[in-house]
């Protein structure tokens, strides 16, 4: 019995490390790129591509907006939810995101964070600033060039306090 036991243990301890492994799918390089794409859609919210931003999510993304507003499914829904064309000018002031995980099996990836977005509009010749903090929730697959793409988007802000 106690060599039972004992196999046992020598097994756990040999092959734990192998399964934990095996478990988390995502190489150094992958989870660089991965954080690298959440620069680079800072980035480019922050320069005003519009062309930019959406080059960084798939044909088929779906953006799911707060509040429980309703998803935006394909780049034609990213489109009519970011880049309306008759909506009033807007600019990114600031956008930080704090990936805290990153996790997935080497195809698809989640990252879940904080951010803090400000902007500005102008409408009719006055400029209104707004701001918030919040949290997100994104989907990334793996592109057959190596590259990754968001496939969902998820975000919220904070709730005012009553």
């Known amino acids: 019995m106690k060599t039972r036991i004992a196999l046992f243990v020598t097994a756990v301890l040999l092959l734990g490390p192998a399964i934990r492994a095996a478990g988390s799918g995502l190489s150094a ?21 519009a062309d930019g931003v959406r080059a960084l999510f798939t044909d088929d993304c779906v953006l799911l907006p707060p509040h429980a507003d309703q998803p ?12 309306p064309p008759n909506a009033p000018p807007t600019k990114i002031t600031k956008l930080v995101l704090n990936p805290e995980g990153i996790e997935g099996d080497g195809q698809t990836a989640s990252v879940w964070g904080s951010h803090e ?6 409408q009719n ?32 802000d904070a709730i005012e306090k009553r």
């Open 29 to 49: 390089e992958d989870v660089a790129k991965i954080k690298a794409i959440h620069k680079q859609y800072e980035e480019a919210w922050l320069k005003g591509d």
């Open 72 to 83: 935006r499914v394909g780049q034609q829904g990213l489109n009519e939810f970011w880049f």
């Open 117 to 122: 977005v400000a902007w500005t509009t102008e």
């Open 125 to 156: 010749g006055k400029i209104t600033t707004s701001s918030h903090r919040g949290v997100f929730l994104n989907v990334l697959k793996k592109q057959p060039n190596g590259e990754w793409k968001f496939s969902h988007h998820m975000w919220d």
